[in-house]
C-alpha cells in the first residue's frame, strides 16, 4: 500500500520524488503528493487519483527545492481526497506516513483542547501536529520527534520535513518497512529498495523502532532506546531500469505469460537436474525432527498454503495447520515444541503476517518464509528463506508470484518427505521429474489465451460466478474465484465441489456460470458427479480438464478448456493459468483498471 519517498539532494527533487512514485504504484494507491522545502518554505501539491493528476498539478505549479518528501496514499482513516492525501503539513513541517496510528483519536482531541486546528479526516495528522507542538517551543527537530515517538501506538515509517532545517529529513519505523539509500552528496528515504533503484543501489534496511535524521553527507541512525547504532550497508540488486508492460496490454498479462520463464528460474534454485534431486538451502537445524507445520499467509498466498498442506501431508505425512494471517494470532493459536512455523508473502512485508511471524517465534517456533524479496523483514527473521524468483510483480492481482510459491512448496513438500524417509530415492526422482515438466505445460496451457478471451462473454454479464475443485483443486478453486473478484468486480466464489449439496447448490439457476477444475485423476469422477448435479438445475458449466476429461464429461457444458494432462502434483500450477486468463479477458471486457483494481492494494503493511 502506501509508498514512500524522500531525498536530500543537490539539486531540484520533485522531478525524482514522482519518479520514485511511479516505482511504487504497483502497491496500489488512490491519491499521491508531494513537499519541497524552497527559501524557507514548505511548497506543497497533492492530487486525488493516479499520479499523472500529481504530475499535472506539478506542471502547472512546480515545486522547486533540493530536499523533498513524498508520498502515494491508500486510504485508512478518511475518503480518498485531495485533502487527506498526503503529505500533511504545519506551519514548521510536512510529514508522510504509511501504516496505521491506532491511538489517534485521543491523541487528535487533547491536541484539540490545546488549540489545534485539523485539515484532514486522517489519522496521520495527528504525528504532524505532535511533532510540530515542540518544534514551534523550540525543541530541535531530533528532540522533537523521540519525544513523540513512544506516544504512537500502531505501524508506521514516518519522513519528516522541516520548514526551518532544508538540508535534512527525520524518518522513522516500526510495524512499516522503511530503507536508507546513499548517494553521492544525497541520501534518501524510501518504502523499499525498488523506490530507491534509480538513485542507489546501496541502502540500509532500517529495523524495528529505528529512526534516522539524514543530510546530504549521510545517516544518524538511532535504535528504539535512543541509542546511536550502525546498520549494514547493503547492495539492493533492485533493478534501476523501469519496470515496463512491452507489447502487452497490461502488466496482468505480462505476468501471465512471463510463469513459464519465472517458474523454471524459481525451480533451478530447488532441484538438481543433473542427478534429478531436491536441493533446498542448508539448514543449522534437522527438518526431520520437525512435528508440526503451522502455515500462515494472506490472500493468494493462503491459497498457495492451502495447496501445501494437501503436498506435505500426503508426501511428509506431518499434520499442517493453516490459517489467515489476520486470525492467527487472536485465536491463541497452540505451538507445541518442534514446530515449523511456515510463512507466504510475496513482499515479506505483509503487516498482519509478519505479526504472526514475531508471535511464533516467540513461541519458540522455527521459522521458513516463502517470499519474492529477500531482503523483506520477514527474510532476515527467518530461520529457514525460500525465495520465489518471480521478479517484480506490478499487477496488484498475483500471478506469477502464485504460481511461484507453488513451485517452492511443492519442492519443499517432497524434501520434507525425503528427509522423514516417506520418499525412496526413486520416487523423489520421480517428483523431480514432474516438477522439471512444469515450464513447458505452462507454455502449453497459454497457447489457450485466445480462446478463453473468445469465451469470456458467457462470464462478463454474470452477478454471479461459482468456481468448484476437489482436493488440491479445491484451493485453486478459490483462487480462481478471488482473481475474478478483483481485477472484473463480479461477485465470485470457489467451493469444494462436494459441499456444493450442502448450501451452495441452492444459488444454481441459468444465470450463474460455474467454473469446474477437474484434471483426470483419482478425483474426476467424483468432480464430474458434483458437475452433473449443477447442471441438473440449469446452471452453465465451463469444464476446464484435459482431453480424457472432456472427452468424458464435456459434452453439455457451455465451454471447455483443454489443458496438457499433467501429473496431479503440478495440475495446481498448470490450472492456475486458465483461471488467470479467464479472469483476465473477463476484467478487460468489462473495462476495469486490471493492474490497479478499486480499493486494493499490492502490498498490504497494515492490519
Known amino acids: ?78 475518503a480518498p481526497t485531495a485533502a487527506n492525501a498526503h503529505p500533511h503539513a504545519t506551519g514548521e513541517l510536512a510529514l508522510v506516513h504509511n501504516g496505521i496510528i491506532e491511538n489517534f483519536r485521543p491523541l ?14 486522517t489519522d496521520t495528522e495527528v504525528v504532524a501536529h505532535l511533532v510540530s507542538e515542540k518544534v514551534e517551543a523550540g525543541v530541535a527537530p531530533e528532540d522533537a520527534v523521540k519525544a513523540v515517538l513512544p506516544q504512537l501506538r500502531g505501524a508506521f515509517a514516518l519522513a519528516i520535513a522541516f520548514r526551518r532545517f532544508p538540508d535534512m529529513l527525520i524518518g522513522a519505523r516500526l510495524g512499516s518497512p522503511l530503507v536508507v539509500g546513499y548517494g553521492e552528496g544525497e541520501t534518501y528515504l524510501g518504502s523499499d529498495a525498488l523506490a530507491l533503484a534509480s538513485l542507489t543501489q546501496r541502502i540500509t534496511y532500517l529495523e524495528e523502532g529505528d529512526w534516522v535524521v539524514i543530510t546530504r553527507d549521510g545517516a544518524q541512525i538511532y535504535d528504539a532506546t535512543n541509542n546511536r547504532v550502525e546498520r549494514e550497508i547493503v547492495t539492493s540488486g533492485a533493478s534501476a531500469v523501469a519496470i515496463e508492460k512491452g ?65 506435505i ?24 515444541p518442534g514446530g515449523l512455523a511456515l510463512f507466504i508473502s510475496q513482499s515479506g512485508e505483509t503487516a498482519d503476517t509478519l505479526a504472526a511471524l514475531r508471535h511464533c517465534k516467540a513461541a519458540g517456533q522455527t521459522i521458513a518464509v516463502v517470499v519474492n524479496v529477500p531482503t523483506s523483514t520477514m527474510a532476515r527473521e527467518a530461520d529457514l528463506l525460500l525465495p520465489t524468483h518471480a521478479g517484480p510483480e506490478v499487477g496488484v492481482a498475483s500471478t506469477k508470484a502464485f504460481t511461484c510459491q507453488l513451485a517452492v512448496l511443492a519442492a519443499l513438500a517432497a524434501h520434507l518427505a525425503v528427509k522423514r524417509g516417506r520418499m525412496d530415492r526413486e520416487e523423489e526422482m520421480e517428483v523431480v521429474q514432474h516438477l522439471l515438466e512444469v515450464p513447458a505445460s505452462l507454455n502449453a496451457a497459454l497457447e489457450h489465451d485466445e480462446e478463453i478471451a473468445a469465451m469470456a462473454h458467457h462470464i462478463a454479464q454474470a452477478r454471479d460466478v461459482l468456481y468448484l475443485g476437489r482436493g488440491p483443486d479445491y484451493p485453486l478453486a478459490l483462487e480462481g474465484a478471488l482473481k475474478l473478484k478483483e481485477i472484473s468486480y463480479i461477485h465470485a466464489e470457489g467451493y469444494a465441489s462436494g459441499e456444493m449439496k450442502h448450501g451452495p447448490i441452492a444459488l444454481i439457476d441459468e444465470d450463474v456460470p460455474v467454473i469446474v477444475l477437474a484434471p483426470s485423476g483419482p478425483l474426476f469422477e467424483k468432480t464430474v458427479s458434483n458437475m452433473h448435479e449443477v447442471r441438473a438445475r440449469g446452471g452453465k458449466v ?6 480424457e476429461g472432456i472427452a468424458e464429461a464435456g459434452e453439455g457444458c457451455i465451454a471447455t478448456i483443454e489443458m496438457s494432462q499433467v501429473h496431479p502434483l503440478i495440475a495446481p500450477l498448470v490450472y492456475a493459468v486458465p483461471v488467470q486468463l479467464l479472469a483476465y479477458h473477463v476484467a478487460c471486457l468489462k473495462g476495469t483498471d486490471v493492474d490497479q483494481p478499486r480499493n486494493l492494494a499490492k502490498s498490504v503493511t497494515v492490519e
Open 1 to 78: 500500500m502506501c509508498g514512500i519517498i524522500g531525498i536530500v539532494g543537490k539539486d531540484d527533487v520533485a522531478g525524482r520524488l514522482l519518479e520514485g512514485l511511479r516505482r511504487m504504484e504497483y502497491r496500489g494507491y488512490d491519491s499521491a503528493g508531494v513537499c519541497t522545502i524552497d527559501n524557507g518554505q514548505l511548497v506543497r501539491r497533492r492530487a486525488e487519483g493516479k499520479l499523472i493528476n500529481l504530475a499535472g498539478e506539478l506542471a502547472r505549479e512546480p515545486a522547486p527545492g533540493h530536499t523533498g518528501i513524498a508520498h502515494t496514499r491508500w486510504a485508512t482513516h478518511g
Open 108 to 121: 487528535r482531541e487533547a491536541l484539540e483542547t490545546r488549540g489545534r486546528t485539523f485539515e484532514s479526516q
Open 247 to 311: 507489447h502487452f496490454r497490461h502488466f496482468m498479462q505480462k505476468e501471465i505469460f512471463e510463469q513459464p520463464t519465472v517458474v523454471a528460474q524459481t525451480l533451478r534454485s530447488y532441484l538438481r537436474q543433473v542427478d534429478q534431486s531436491l536441493a533446498l538451502p542448508q539448514v543449522d537445524f534437522d527438518l526431520s525432527r520437525i512435528n508440526r507445520i503451522t502455515i500462515v499467509a494472506c490472500g493468494t498466498s493462503f491459497y498457495a498454503g492451502m495447496v501445501a498442506k494437501y503436498w
Open 313 to 336: 501431508e500426503a508426501f511428509a505425512r506431518l499434520p499442517v495447520d493453516i490459517d489467515v494471517a489476520s486470525e492467527f494470532r487472536y485465536r491463541n493459536p497452540v505451538l507445541e
Open 542 to 547: 465451463i469444464l476446464i480438464s484435459d482431453a
